[in-house]
């Protein structure tokens, strides 16, 4: 629970309790952040006016992130075009201030079980194949078709596993700067383009006719899986 109102925290942090929930409570943003990034939680019950960091560069930065929580906005900003913004941005819930008590537990409990749900169902990729190269995006290994071993950085595996996931699909490099880097920190899109360049030199047997890194003139780019001849029958 993302609130620097007292009165409100304990009150909200009491009954959650009384339902049985584990709270960690963060009094500004950017103690939220920094929660967020050092140890996982179901939910999110994030205000939006926060001292430091607002609770809208919270939910733009952990979504910038990858951080999937699920994120219930609980704010005194009451107006069609908040909540369109917070939801828009990755929230998943939104409710206003003052609110009814028994709803708000209502809408954590339900996004809570969506959200065990949808984890259960989900295939969790811990590491992919593609023609002789392999990647582990939980160590940040990747072992080439040479046979050699390096290490990427945080970024570089993001980035490998935004486009894995969407292969086959074009991705434009603005959505590409928008999901890796985020809403504040917008490099060149040169930047996007060198780190292709390397994963082609990573991964690809002639970088200058790439099989799996495709360039889309004008576009963006494509991830393609094409299974290796000796592989098929």
Known sequence: MVEDEESLVEVIEMNLKLEGYDVTVARNGSEA????RSSRFDICVLDIMLPEVDGFTVCKTLRSENNNIPILFLSAKSTSSDR????????????TKPFNLEELLLRI???HKRNRETSSEAKVMDSYEFGNNAVNFNTFEIETFE????TLSKREIHLLKFLIDREG???SREEILDTIWGYDVYPSTRTIDNYILAFRKYFEANSKEPQYFQ???GVGYKFVNRPNRAATS
């Open 147 to 150: 046979g050699n071993t390096h």
């Open 215 to 217: 360039s889309i003139r």
């Open 169 to 171: 699909e074009v991705v």
């Open 109 to 111: 409990s339900n996004l």
């Open 84 to 95: 369109i913004e917070g939801l828009k941005i990755g929230g998943d819930d939104y409710l």
């Open 33 to 36: 952040l920094e929660n967020a």
